[in-house]
Nanobody
Framework: QVRLQESGPGLVKPAQTLSLTCTVS??????????WNWIRQPPGKGLEWMGQ???????FTSPSLKSRTSISRDTSKNQFSLQLSSVTPEDTAVYYC??????????WGQGTQVTVSS
């Protein structure tokens, strides 16, 4: 059973950088054909895909967030991370990490609330 767990600060000040890590257990982030995603849901809104790191290390980010988003991985720790710079209150959301296998999000973390406020 693959498990994902998000971690990071729950409160970030405006203009700072939001940093989250997803720790994966029960499976390797280098498993072929898997992609590891960051997805968020602002209050009262739908899910927004932010980006992913694939099993081979390639990364892709949403065009709308590309200038502020960095996704990386640490294979030795079986973790992948998100950095979102220059945050505003509009970046307040529940942030999820999720695995994508064969075009299906089959495993999700429980989500972590991040609030941007001074």
């Amino acid at each position: 059973q693959v498990r994902l767990q998000e971690s990071g600060p729950g409160l970030v000040k405006p203009a700072q950088t939001l940093s989250l890590t997803c720790t994966v257990s029960g499976g390797s982030i280098t498993t072929s054909e898997c992609a590891w995603n960051w997805i968020r849901q602002p209050p009262g809104k739908g899910l927004e895909w932010m980006g992913q790191v694939r099993y081979d290390g390639a990364t892709f980010t949403s065009p709308s967030l590309k200038s502020r988003t960095s996704i990386s991985r640490d294979t030795s720790k079986n973790q992948f991370s998100l950095q979102l710079s220059s945050v505003t209150p509009e970046d307040t959301a529940v942030y999820y990490c999720a695995r994508d296998y064969a075009w299906t999000y089959d495993y999700w973390g429980q989500g972590t609330q991040v609030t941007v406020s001074s």
